[in-house]
């Protein structure tokens, strides 16, 4: 089975843009998490879809929304971008509805000038 | 305080050795414990996950939970270089029921 994917790997953008970032679950998986990843704050919990529908929201401003598609495929979207916004973005997919075992794509690393 | 603290170490062990590493939690309703591993640049890979008060076995890694204790391990025996890496411990109320929540990591070094 094909791993969680994610493109692109790497961005650089400059403050006040938007990015959107994608993720492909495992094939079966109908859960998407995606976490943002800072050496000061760890690994930090933005969202959670389920069968198209947000099931769960972390501490983050709206700037920072998401969707899944029909085919569990998964974007995020970050508006008017800010320099602490540089990170490492992970998505994860499990089987079910807040799992805990989850598995990891490459991660997206955003660098915001 | 943090839902779930873990210290950052980094913890060392010579090659051969038993580390140790260890997870407390606040969540008194959290139900089923994760352990992670992340290599420098990697992305975390699940290792380990328990569910209920005792120890689970895998391979050289041995989990365990004492939920009077709020309390998670992880035993990782014959330890290797290989081994060296950042070990998240995570933490869920129930499937379905609040997001995965991960202490913020310790890192393991193991001395060949």
């Known amino acids: 089975k094909a791993g969680v994917t994610q493109t692109p790997r790497y961005l650089i953008k400059t403050r006040g843009q938007q990015v959107t970032l994608s993720c492909s679950p495992i094939s079966g998986h109908r859960s998407v998490s995606w976490y943002q990843q800072t050496p000061g704050q760890g690994l930090q919990f933005l969202f959670e879809?389920?069968?198209?529908?947000?099931?769960n929201k972390g501490n983050f401003p709206g700037r920072f929304s998401g969707r899944q598609f029909s085919n569990s495929r998964s974007e995020m979207n970050v508006s008017t971008l800010e320099l602490g916004d540089s990170a490492l973005y992970l998505c994860?997919?499990?089987?079910?509805?807040?799992?805990?075992?989850?598995?990891f794509g490459p991660g997206t690393r955003l660098t915001v000038l | 305080q943090k839902e779930v603290e873990q210290n950052s170490g980094p913890l060392s062990v010579p090659e051969g050795a038993i580390a140790s590493l260890n997870c407390t939690y606040s969540d008194r309703g959290s139900q089923s414990f994760f352990w992670y591993r992340q290599y420098s640049g990697k992305s975390p890979e699940l290792i380990m996950s328990i569910y209920s008060n005792g120890d689970k076995e895998d391979g050289r890694f041995t989990a365990q939970l004492n939920k009077a204790s709020q309390y998670v391990s992880l035993l990782i025996r014959d330890s290797q270089p290989s081994d060296s890496a950042t070990y998240l411990c995570?933490?869920?109320?129930?499937?379905?029921?609040?997001?995965?929540?991960f202490g913020s990591g310790t890192r393991l070094q193991v001395q060949p």
């Open positions: 879809y389920f069968s198209e529908t947000q099931r």
């Open positions: 994860a997919s499990s089987l079910e509805a807040g799992g805990g075992e989850q598995f």
């Open positions: 995570a933490a869920i109320r129930g499937p379905g029921r609040r997001a995965l929540t």
